[in-house]
Protein backbone atom coordinates (compact mmCIF):
# COMPACT_ATOMS: atom_id res chain seq x y z
CA UNK A 1 0.00 0.00 0.00
CA UNK A 2 0.88 3.62 -0.38
CA UNK A 3 0.08 6.87 1.39
CA UNK A 4 -1.59 8.18 -2.08
CA UNK A 5 -5.23 9.46 -1.13
CA UNK A 6 -7.78 6.58 -2.90
CA UNK A 7 -5.34 3.80 -1.13
CA UNK A 8 -5.05 2.40 2.05
CA UNK A 9 -2.19 3.09 4.42
CA UNK A 10 -1.27 0.10 7.08
CA UNK A 11 -2.73 -0.79 9.97
CA UNK A 12 -0.10 -2.16 11.47
CA UNK A 13 -2.08 -2.78 9.56
CA UNK A 14 -2.72 -2.92 5.71
CA UNK A 15 -1.32 -1.57 2.41
CA UNK A 16 -2.67 -1.22 -0.64
CA UNK A 17 -3.48 1.41 -3.93
CA UNK A 18 -6.60 1.26 -4.65
CA UNK A 19 -6.49 0.99 -8.45
CA UNK A 20 -9.37 -0.57 -10.26
CA UNK A 21 -9.27 -3.53 -12.81
CA UNK A 22 -11.73 -4.92 -15.05
CA UNK A 23 -12.98 -8.62 -14.72
CA UNK A 24 -15.46 -10.85 -16.42
CA UNK A 25 -16.77 -13.55 -14.70
CA UNK A 26 -19.79 -15.98 -14.68
CA UNK A 27 -22.57 -15.16 -11.54
CA UNK A 28 -21.35 -18.60 -9.75
CA UNK A 29 -18.05 -17.43 -9.08
CA UNK A 30 -19.38 -14.67 -6.80
CA UNK A 31 -18.98 -16.17 -3.99
CA UNK A 32 -15.79 -17.34 -2.46
CA UNK A 33 -15.25 -19.59 0.21
CA UNK A 34 -12.57 -19.40 3.05
CA UNK A 35 -12.16 -22.44 4.89
CA UNK A 36 -10.49 -22.09 8.84
CA UNK A 37 -8.56 -24.24 10.61
CA UNK A 38 -7.63 -22.55 13.86
CA UNK A 39 -7.40 -23.19 18.26
CA UNK A 40 -9.65 -21.17 19.21
CA UNK A 41 -9.95 -20.33 23.17
CA UNK A 42 -13.64 -19.60 23.21
CA UNK A 43 -14.80 -22.57 21.50
CA UNK A 44 -12.86 -25.19 23.31
CA UNK A 45 -11.40 -27.01 20.78
CA UNK A 46 -9.68 -26.45 16.85
CA UNK A 47 -12.51 -26.42 14.32
CA UNK A 48 -12.70 -26.79 10.50
CA UNK A 49 -15.20 -24.10 9.00
CA UNK A 50 -16.21 -23.15 5.96
CA UNK A 51 -17.55 -19.49 5.59
CA UNK A 52 -18.97 -18.39 2.40
CA UNK A 53 -18.24 -14.26 1.81
CA UNK A 54 -20.36 -13.08 -1.24
CA UNK A 55 -18.22 -10.36 -2.85
CA UNK A 56 -20.07 -6.75 -3.49
CA UNK A 57 -17.45 -6.30 -6.26
CA UNK A 58 -17.57 -8.32 -9.29
CA UNK A 59 -14.37 -7.57 -10.15
CA UNK A 60 -13.19 -9.63 -7.01
CA UNK A 61 -15.39 -12.09 -8.37
CA UNK A 62 -12.82 -14.73 -9.84
CA UNK A 63 -10.32 -14.68 -7.08
CA UNK A 64 -10.04 -17.54 -4.88
CA UNK A 65 -10.11 -16.92 -1.06
CA UNK A 66 -8.01 -19.10 1.13
CA UNK A 67 -6.74 -19.45 4.49
CA UNK A 68 -2.78 -19.39 4.67
CA UNK A 69 -0.83 -22.38 4.47
CA UNK A 70 2.78 -23.02 5.09
CA UNK A 71 3.64 -23.56 1.41
CA UNK A 72 2.95 -20.01 1.09
CA UNK A 73 4.86 -18.38 3.46
CA UNK A 74 7.20 -17.54 1.63
CA UNK A 75 5.54 -15.78 -1.32
CA UNK A 76 4.26 -14.06 1.50
CA UNK A 77 7.17 -12.80 3.09
CA UNK A 78 8.29 -11.70 -0.25
CA UNK A 79 5.39 -9.88 -0.82
CA UNK A 80 5.41 -7.74 2.55
CA UNK A 81 8.99 -6.75 1.27
CA UNK A 82 7.78 -5.56 -1.91
CA UNK A 83 4.28 -4.17 -0.86
CA UNK A 84 4.07 -3.44 2.64
CA UNK A 85 7.28 -2.66 4.18
CA UNK A 86 8.38 0.16 2.25
CA UNK A 87 5.43 2.09 2.40
CA UNK A 88 4.23 1.39 6.00
CA UNK A 89 4.53 4.61 7.91
CA UNK A 90 6.03 3.77 11.12
CA UNK A 91 8.25 1.30 9.31
CA UNK A 92 9.21 4.20 6.46
CA UNK A 93 10.80 6.44 9.29
CA UNK A 94 12.45 4.09 11.01
CA UNK A 95 14.04 2.83 7.98
CA UNK A 96 13.69 -0.48 8.72
CA UNK A 97 14.47 -1.55 4.65
CA UNK A 98 15.60 0.49 2.81
CA UNK A 99 14.47 -0.73 -0.70
CA UNK A 100 12.46 -4.29 -1.28
CA UNK A 101 15.48 -6.28 -1.90
CA UNK A 102 16.70 -5.77 1.61
CA UNK A 103 15.69 -8.66 4.67
CA UNK A 104 15.21 -8.25 7.92
CA UNK A 105 14.74 -11.41 10.79
CA UNK A 106 12.97 -8.74 12.70
CA UNK A 107 10.17 -8.35 10.20
CA UNK A 108 9.95 -11.99 8.94
CA UNK A 109 9.69 -13.32 12.74
CA UNK A 110 6.63 -10.46 13.09
CA UNK A 111 4.90 -12.01 9.92
CA UNK A 112 5.40 -15.32 10.88
CA UNK A 113 4.54 -15.48 14.29
CA UNK A 114 1.35 -14.46 12.67
CA UNK A 115 0.91 -16.85 9.57
CA UNK A 116 1.19 -19.43 12.39
CA UNK A 117 -1.88 -19.03 14.32
CA UNK A 118 -3.84 -20.61 10.68
CA UNK A 119 -5.95 -17.04 10.84
CA UNK A 120 -5.00 -14.87 8.12
CA UNK A 121 -6.14 -14.80 4.84
CA UNK A 122 -4.84 -14.89 1.18
CA UNK A 123 -6.29 -14.01 -2.17
CA UNK A 124 -5.28 -16.18 -5.09
CA UNK A 125 -5.85 -15.73 -8.86
CA UNK A 126 -7.02 -19.10 -9.64
CA UNK A 127 -5.62 -18.97 -12.92
CA UNK A 128 -2.25 -18.60 -12.51
CA UNK A 129 -1.71 -19.48 -8.50
CA UNK A 130 -0.48 -16.15 -8.25
CA UNK A 131 -0.58 -14.50 -4.82
CA UNK A 132 -2.25 -11.37 -5.17
CA UNK A 133 -3.29 -10.26 -1.82
CA UNK A 134 -3.08 -11.09 2.43
CA UNK A 135 -4.49 -10.33 5.56
CA UNK A 136 -2.06 -11.66 8.76
CA UNK A 137 -4.61 -11.89 11.58
CA UNK A 138 -3.86 -13.22 15.13
CA UNK A 139 -5.86 -14.07 18.48
CA UNK A 140 -5.25 -11.07 21.12
CA UNK A 141 -5.47 -12.48 24.24
CA UNK A 142 -6.18 -11.06 27.79
CA UNK A 143 -2.76 -12.21 29.10
CA UNK A 144 -0.85 -10.10 26.50
CA UNK A 145 -2.23 -6.82 28.10
CA UNK A 146 -0.91 -7.68 31.15
CA UNK A 147 2.74 -7.51 29.48
CA UNK A 148 4.69 -4.47 31.02
CA UNK A 149 6.43 -2.65 28.57
CA UNK A 150 9.78 -4.22 28.61
CA UNK A 151 8.46 -7.38 28.03
CA UNK A 152 7.23 -6.95 24.84
CA UNK A 153 10.28 -5.15 23.88
CA UNK A 154 12.17 -8.00 24.49
CA UNK A 155 9.99 -10.12 22.13
CA UNK A 156 11.70 -8.82 18.78
CA UNK A 157 15.50 -7.75 18.71
CA UNK A 158 15.38 -5.20 16.20
CA UNK A 159 16.25 -1.68 17.94
CA UNK A 160 14.23 -0.07 14.80
CA UNK A 161 11.26 -2.41 15.32
CA UNK A 162 11.14 -1.52 18.92
CA UNK A 163 10.12 2.01 18.51
CA UNK A 164 6.97 0.43 16.46
CA UNK A 165 6.31 -1.77 19.20
CA UNK A 166 6.27 0.66 21.74
CA UNK A 167 3.69 2.80 19.84
CA UNK A 168 1.49 0.30 19.40
CA UNK A 169 1.68 -0.91 23.35
CA UNK A 170 1.19 2.55 24.49
CA UNK A 171 -1.90 2.86 21.97
CA UNK A 172 -3.12 -0.44 23.56
CA UNK A 173 -2.76 0.89 26.75
CA UNK A 174 -4.38 4.32 26.64
CA UNK A 175 -7.70 2.46 25.13
CA UNK A 176 -8.36 0.80 28.54
CA UNK A 177 -9.09 -2.58 29.42
CA UNK A 178 -11.30 -3.55 26.20
CA UNK A 179 -11.34 -7.04 27.31
CA UNK A 180 -13.67 -6.01 30.20
CA UNK A 181 -15.50 -3.47 27.96
CA UNK A 182 -16.18 -6.30 25.33
CA UNK A 183 -16.58 -9.28 27.85
CA UNK A 184 -13.74 -10.97 26.43
CA UNK A 185 -10.97 -12.77 26.69
CA UNK A 186 -9.46 -12.80 23.21
CA UNK A 187 -9.39 -10.21 20.03
CA UNK A 188 -9.68 -11.10 16.77
CA UNK A 189 -6.53 -8.84 15.82
CA UNK A 190 -5.99 -7.66 11.96
CA UNK A 191 -2.03 -6.92 12.05
CA UNK A 192 -1.09 -6.48 8.55
CA UNK A 193 -3.14 -6.44 5.08
CA UNK A 194 -1.31 -5.85 1.80
CA UNK A 195 -1.89 -6.19 -2.18
CA UNK A 196 0.24 -6.89 -5.19
CA UNK A 197 0.92 -3.41 -6.46
CA UNK A 198 2.05 -5.36 -10.17
CA UNK A 199 -1.66 -7.36 -9.65
CA UNK A 200 -3.76 -4.61 -8.01
CA UNK A 201 -7.56 -5.72 -8.00
CA UNK A 202 -9.88 -1.95 -6.75
CA UNK A 203 -11.46 -2.64 -3.42
CA UNK A 204 -9.34 -6.37 -3.07
CA UNK A 205 -7.57 -4.62 0.54
CA UNK A 206 -10.73 -3.29 1.98
CA UNK A 207 -12.37 -7.20 0.93
CA UNK A 208 -9.57 -8.81 2.49
CA UNK A 209 -10.22 -6.61 5.66
CA UNK A 210 -14.09 -7.72 5.45
CA UNK A 211 -13.40 -11.88 5.43
CA UNK A 212 -11.60 -11.07 8.10
CA UNK A 213 -13.95 -9.73 9.89
CA UNK A 214 -16.69 -12.36 8.68
CA UNK A 215 -13.96 -15.13 9.79
CA UNK A 216 -13.79 -13.43 13.09
CA UNK A 217 -17.48 -13.88 13.64
CA UNK A 218 -17.78 -17.84 11.70
CA UNK A 219 -15.13 -18.82 14.39
CA UNK A 220 -16.98 -16.90 17.11
CA UNK A 221 -14.98 -14.04 18.76
CA UNK A 222 -16.79 -11.68 20.36
CA UNK A 223 -14.89 -8.84 18.79
CA UNK A 224 -12.22 -7.62 16.29
CA UNK A 225 -9.39 -5.09 16.73
CA UNK A 226 -6.59 -3.53 14.67
CA UNK A 227 -4.43 -0.95 14.96
CA UNK A 228 -4.49 2.02 11.79
CA UNK A 229 -1.35 3.58 11.31
CA UNK A 230 -2.60 5.82 8.50
CA UNK A 231 -5.45 7.96 7.54
CA UNK A 232 -6.30 5.84 4.73
CA UNK A 233 -6.85 2.64 6.41
CA UNK A 234 -8.75 4.29 9.49
CA UNK A 235 -10.96 4.97 6.91
CA UNK A 236 -11.28 1.63 5.48
CA UNK A 237 -12.16 0.21 9.00
CA UNK A 238 -14.47 3.08 9.78
CA UNK A 239 -16.47 2.12 6.27
CA UNK A 240 -16.14 -1.34 7.89
CA UNK A 241 -18.30 0.08 11.32
CA UNK A 242 -15.33 -0.22 13.45
CA UNK A 243 -15.35 2.57 16.06
CA UNK A 244 -12.17 4.82 17.47
CA UNK A 245 -11.29 3.55 21.08
CA UNK A 246 -7.68 5.52 21.57
CA UNK A 247 -5.04 7.51 19.49
CA UNK A 248 -1.69 8.40 19.73
CA UNK A 249 -0.18 10.92 17.89
CA UNK A 250 3.13 10.37 16.47
CA UNK A 251 4.42 13.76 17.67
CA UNK A 252 4.30 12.63 21.07
CA UNK A 253 6.90 10.20 20.83
CA UNK A 254 9.84 10.58 22.45
CA UNK A 255 12.70 7.49 22.29
CA UNK A 256 15.08 6.87 25.69
CA UNK A 257 17.49 9.40 23.32
CA UNK A 258 15.53 11.87 23.10
CA UNK A 259 14.60 11.76 19.56
CA UNK A 260 11.61 12.57 18.10
CA UNK A 261 11.75 9.46 15.52
CA UNK A 262 8.33 9.86 13.55
CA UNK A 263 8.72 13.44 12.87
CA UNK A 264 9.59 13.41 9.28
CA UNK A 265 5.99 11.07 8.87
CA UNK A 266 3.44 13.23 6.46
CA UNK A 267 0.45 15.16 7.92
CA UNK A 268 -1.93 12.57 6.61
CA UNK A 269 -0.20 9.92 9.11
CA UNK A 270 -0.67 11.40 12.17
CA UNK A 271 -1.10 8.89 14.81
CA UNK A 272 -2.19 5.43 15.19
CA UNK A 273 -5.88 4.66 16.19
CA UNK A 274 -6.55 1.72 17.61
CA UNK A 275 -9.96 0.14 16.56
CA UNK A 276 -12.58 -2.39 17.35
CA UNK A 277 -15.81 -3.68 15.92
CA UNK A 278 -18.33 -6.20 18.25
CA UNK A 279 -19.62 -9.30 16.30
CA UNK A 280 -22.28 -9.80 18.55
CA UNK A 281 -25.63 -8.57 18.52
CA UNK A 282 -26.94 -6.77 21.09
CA UNK A 283 -23.95 -5.00 22.61
CA UNK A 284 -23.63 -1.57 22.72
CA UNK A 285 -20.14 0.88 22.65
CA UNK A 286 -19.81 4.81 22.34
CA UNK A 287 -16.53 5.72 20.40
CA UNK A 288 -14.25 8.18 21.96
CA UNK A 289 -14.89 12.22 21.03
CA UNK A 290 -13.29 12.81 17.15
CA UNK A 291 -9.81 15.17 17.99
CA UNK A 292 -8.93 17.48 15.72
CA UNK A 293 -6.09 15.24 14.75
CA UNK A 294 -8.16 13.38 12.43
Known sequence: ??????????????????????ASTSEDKRTASTTALAS??????????????????????????????QSRYSEILDLLYTNFHTDEPMSKAVGM?????????????????????NLSIMAIDPITDNLLG?????????????QTLEECLDEYADHRFKHIMTVLYNVNQMAGDLY??????????IKMVTTDKTQRRGGLATDLLR????????????????????????KAFER??????????????????????FATLADNHKCTTLMTKRLLAGLQKTPIQESETK
Not at 240 to 261: K, P, T
Open 240 to 261: LGFSVNAEYLYEDYISQDGERV
Open 180 to 189: IEMETDVFFD
Open 97 to 117: IKDPSDKNPTLDEFALDGLKQ
Open 1 to 22: MNSKKGGLTPAYGSSSSGRSSK
Open 211 to 234: RSVELARNLGFKAVKTEATGLYSR
Open 134 to 146: VAINIEAKKEKRE
Open 40 to 69: VPNMGAASSRSISVESSNEGLADISFRIVD
